[in-house]
């Protein structure tokens, strides 16, 4: 196949991870084509740019499974190495930051300790003990002398996670960790392709970016009689197998040909030959940025420094800024590592998720319908539904009852667009940074691109405060349309919040006028203001606050958890909690550049 604009090289070798083979419906085809052909590389090229801390959250975690499993170091033995090295055994590697060490120090005990019950249990069924194998196995095909339909001469798949073998290589047996417990399924795509590999593939010495395989095939004349596939959760220690049944958790080498054959081969297909474009959040790692004319460039968003010290691309949406703004621990330790200690959501996010996704499958129906005509909601039906208290339930009714009076969707004539959690995409060049927003609503009215935010609040909105301050998705929405990311006239678009309250009446729709010049530059200064210490950040020092109560990496940092210990919540903390999450303000009087509807 041609290579697409932005990248150079030879795509004769196709290399294929498991998650390949896993739907993902946001991902970009085009990017996933190339990333299967290791052999492309971006044109012009990109240099390696270090990070000033691991951003690999299983990094570390499988540093120290290695000293255990293959040096012979007891847990405390490599402990203590965390806590002298800071992360990098023998000097190799990023830094690691003092949460993400505390966590891979609670991980590496959580996860040796699911090891052993598993392998006394599996002693018990009869089965030979497994140990940790150095070279991982790879599946590979016979290089080609010419290319087939597809234009690859050979074919190479991998696995990843940690893998055991036992003595005689009759048994293998591949863990996967997950951040916090384990995962009772994978996609069958993903397990056909595991399954395939862990039955047919042989150890391979690990080689360097874009060196060649060996052009012979992989010897599979001695494969193993059982492969198992087990998830741990490294928060607690949980263990699912996900292949076979009891009491054995595993399949021989002809059901492994069949799960590949049947589940992934046809995925994989598609993925390496898929053409066309999606931005989103696939923009941060293609090599084919360069190139891309489907994704939107906006200069100067929100006129940013690059930062002194080049990073690699990174992202940037309206929820890494409010994390970022909460405590820059959490935004490092949270939604780049996506640690999880399991504390979930509070009940007032819970509620907001749920009225949120209520109103986005109303919305998404077709053909499309409003809301002010439909019953209003029954409680006893959204308790069934939702799961939620009993005061959820009341609060979350109300909230759809109030917005039956708002919705936009009512009279909106039939060649109206209507697009539900559409995934908006910018690029800002100079800062390297790919924007990411996906409003709840973008609709059109009479040539207009309206941009709406919905939230859910115990409280009013204060007059006093800047509704672009309060909200910033507001305010990147204000940017985006003025940059036409959406639309193509910012002069007749506006960006909307709906806020959503309990009581009769208590519900309001406020509309900021992204065509004003005033509007554009207090979003310029709101976003500005955010984004230009998370973008220099080298160090994501934690900032305690009420917000640590709900952290999910609170667990394993010191500041959040005596924070938590001095100040407790008063009872019902989740009483000011908005769809996404965050804290809600409110009722907003009419304004300059702001009108309101209700």
């Known amino acids: 196949m041609q290579n697409p604009p932005g990248v150079a090289g030879d795509d004769w070798l196709i290399k294929a991870s498991p998650r390949m083979a896993r739907p993902d419906a946001a991902a970009c085809p085009t990017h996933r084509r190339i990333a299967m052909r290791p052999q492309l590389v971006a044109e012009p090229a990109v240099p390696f740019l270090s990070t000033p801390y691991e951003e690999f959250g299983f990094g570390p975690l499988f540093a120290a499974l290695d000293r255990v499993e293959h040096d012979g170091r007891s847990v405390a033995q490599v402990r203590e190495e965390l806590r002298n090295t800071r992360g990098p055994f023998r000097g190799r590697g990023a830094p690691v930051h003092p949460v993400h060490l505390a966590w891979t120090a609670h991980a590496l005990e959580q996860y040796v300790e699911a090891r052993a019950r598993e392998q006394a249990a599996a002693a018990e069924a009869g089965l030979p003990p497994t140990l940790a194998v150095k070279q991982p196995w790879t599946w590979r095909t016979r290089r080609l002398d010419a290319p087939d339909p597809r234009g690859a001469r050979q ?260 060649d109206e667009h209507v697009l539900v959690q559409h995934r908006v995409t910018a690029y800002v060049p100079e800062l390297d940074v790919v924007v990411l927003a996906v409003p709840d609503l973008v609709y059109t009215h009479r040539g207009r691109w309206i941009w709406r935010e919905t939230k859910t609040a115990s409280r009013p909105l204060w007059e006093r405060d800047s509704l672009l301050r309060t909200y910033p998705q507001l305010a990147l929405g204000v940017l985006l349309l003025h940059a036409r990311a959406v639309g193509d006239d910012p002069r007749r678009s506006w960006v909307e919040l709906e806020h959503l309250r309990e009581g009769r009446g208590e519900s309001r729709l406020e509309r900021v006028d992204s065509g004003r010049a005033e509007i554009v530059d207090e979003a310029r200064d709101v976003i500005a203001s955010l984004a230009q210490p998370l973008i220099e950040d080298t160090t994501y020092e934690p900032r305690t606050g009420r917000h640590c109560h709900g952290c999910l990496a609170r667990t394993w940092c010191r500041p959040g958890s005596a924070y938590v210990t001095d100040h407790p919540l008063p009872h019902r903390p989740d009483a000011s909690s908005s769809a996404d999450g965050s804290e809600p303000s409110a009722d907003l009087t009419p304004r300059e550049g702001v009108a309101s509807d209700g």
């Not at 399954?195 to 193993?224: C, F, Y």
């Not at 590949?260 to 941060?284: I, Q």
């Open 155 to 414: 074919y190479e798949h991998t696995l990843w996670g940690r893998m055991y073998a036992s003595v005689d290589g009759t048994v293998r047996d591949l863990w996967l960790p997950s951040l916090g417990r384990a995962k009772t399924s994978r996609p069958a795509a993903e397990l056909g392709a595991v399954a395939q590999v862990m039955a047919h593939g042989a150890p391979t010495p690990r080689r360097r970016a874009r060196d060649e395989p060996p052009a012979v095939a992989t010897d599979t004349s001695r494969p193993p009689t059982l492969v198992r596939v087990f998830d741990v959760g490294c928060a607690d220690g949980s263990t699912e197998p996900l292949l076979g049944a009891p009491p054995l958790f595993g399949e021989g080498p002809a059901e492994a040909k069949g799960r590949f054959e049947g589940d992934a081969v046809p995925p994989f297909l598609s993925a390496v030959t898929a053409t066309g474009t999606r931005p989103g959040e696939s923009c941060v790692d293609c090599k084919a940025i360069a190139g891309c004319t489907d994704l939107k460039r906006t200069p100067g968003l929100w006129g940013g420094r690059p930062a002194s010290v080049a990073r690699k691309r990174r992202s940037v949406s309206a929820w890494d800024l409010r994390l970022y703004a909460e405590c820059p621990a959490q935004y490092h330790l949270v939604r780049r590592l996506r640690l999880n200690n399991l504390s979930g959501e509070n009940e007032g996010a819970r509620r907001g998720r749920f009225v949120d996704s209520r109103l986005d499958a109303l919305h998404g129906e077709k053909p499309v319908r409003g809301c002010r005509d439909r019953a209003a909601p029954d409680p006893d039906a959204l308790r069934s539904e939702s799961g939620l208290d009993e005061a959820s339930v009341r609060e979350a009714a109300g909230m759809l009852d109030g917005h039956r009076l708002l919705c936009p969707l009512d009279g909106l004539g039939a």
